[in-house]
């Protein structure tokens, strides 16, 4: 079956495609996988490689790039599902690449329905590096992850168990928030606000100051680029307009 599978999968022009049993993959700050999934037994991990659009200083392409990767990967996704579904019968679900996640107070939206970074190291498709995501042996940093939830019974692929990382420590310099500069954890505030200027935190920001202003303010306000740039961002989804930590990354490039 997992043969089967990952022919498929890389017919559709997927780069890599690894398998993980549910019991593998442990992810203490996610969903459980059963919440998702009742009677889930593994996951297929696919894995796209990010476009050198990554590494423009135009953020406009940068972002293109990684909207063709996500536009992609969910055509992949959901194709890889109904085919397991067709061909092997049981449930599947696919797992969102960025968004939708849960919005709460708890989780300040930081928290995905499944960790794509768990899942490919489940499924042996790479290690965490100094910057917190994941490397994949061929692919470097510049790799995008999402999964196919299934009720079939797969063993997970082998582990990688190498450090692929090489310290170097290019992602940490190259972070324009300092976000990395604690090994480990990277700093969410800080990333945010670089990452994803005209995100939620910038959102909130402009309502607040919405509010309180004179009506001759809130016309100036709206009529401001500074709002058309909030605007853009919330129809493109998450708009990222920082790709360092993967751009900066020696391996694969
Ligand atoms: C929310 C989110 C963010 C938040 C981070 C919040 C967080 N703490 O995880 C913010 C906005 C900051 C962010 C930034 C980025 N993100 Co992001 N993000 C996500 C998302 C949607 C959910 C992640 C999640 O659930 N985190 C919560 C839990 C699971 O994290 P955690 O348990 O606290 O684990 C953290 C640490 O403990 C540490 N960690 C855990 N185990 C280990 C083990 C070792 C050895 C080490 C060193 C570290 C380590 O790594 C985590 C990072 O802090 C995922 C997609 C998904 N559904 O997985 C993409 C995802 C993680 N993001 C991705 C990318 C590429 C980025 C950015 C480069 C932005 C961009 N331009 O795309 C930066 C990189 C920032 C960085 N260097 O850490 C990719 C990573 C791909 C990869 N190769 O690993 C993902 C997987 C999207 C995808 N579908 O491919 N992201």
Same mark, same amino acid.
């Given at each position: 079956?997992? %043969? %089967?599978? +990952? ?47 990554? $590494?423009?200083? &135009? ?6 790039? +990684? ?6 990967? +969910?055509?992949? &996704? ?6 397991? $579904? &067709? ?18 107070? %708890? ?9 794509? +970074? ?5 499924? @042996?498709?790479?290690?965490? @590096?100094?910057?917190?995501? =994941? ?6 940093t ?28 290019l992602c940490?310099e190259s ?6 500069? =604690? ?11 670089? &990452?994803?200027?005209?995100?939620? @935190? ?6 607040? $100051? ?34 360092n930590c993967q751009a900066s990354c020696p391996?694969?490039?």
């Open positions: 079956m997992k %043969e %089967e599978i +990952r022919e498929f999968v890389l017919d559709q022009g997927a780069d890599v495609v690894g398998f993980a049993a549910s019991t593998d993959y442990e992810s203490p700050l996610s969903p459980k996988l059963e919440s998702i999934l009742p009677g889930v037994k593994s996951m297929v991990v696919i894995g796209y490689r990010e476009l050198t659009t990554c $590494e423009s200083e &135009n953020k406009q392409i940068a972002m293109n790039g +990684r909207l063709d990767v996500m536009e992609f990967s +969910r055509s992949v &996704n959901y194709k890889t599902a109904r085919h397991i $579904e &067709n061909k092997f019968g049981g449930k599947t679900m696919t797992a969102p690449i960025s968004y939708p996640m849960t919005m709460s107070l %708890e989780t300040k939206g930081s928290v995905g329905e499944v960790s794509l +970074r768990h899942a490919a190291v489940a499924a @042996g498709l790479g290690v965490f @590096g100094r910057h917190n995501i =994941v490397i994949h042996p061929e692919l470097g510049r790799v995008l992850f999402t999964a196919v939830l299934t009720q079939l019974d797969l063993q997970s692929d082998e582990k990688i168990t190498d450090a692929l990382c090489l310290d170097c420590d940490v972070c324009p928030g300092n976000a990395l500069d =604690v090994a480990g954890k990277t700093h969410l505030g800080k990333c945010l606000s670089n &990452n994803q200027p005209y995100g939620i @935190g910038g959102a909130i920001k402009f309502g607040m $100051e919405m509010i309180n202003a004179e009506p001759q303010r809130k016309k100036e306000m709206l009529l401001d680029p500074h709002f058309w740039k909030l605007y853009q961002a919330g129809f493109i989804g998450f708009e990222y307009h920082c790709f391996i694969g490039q």
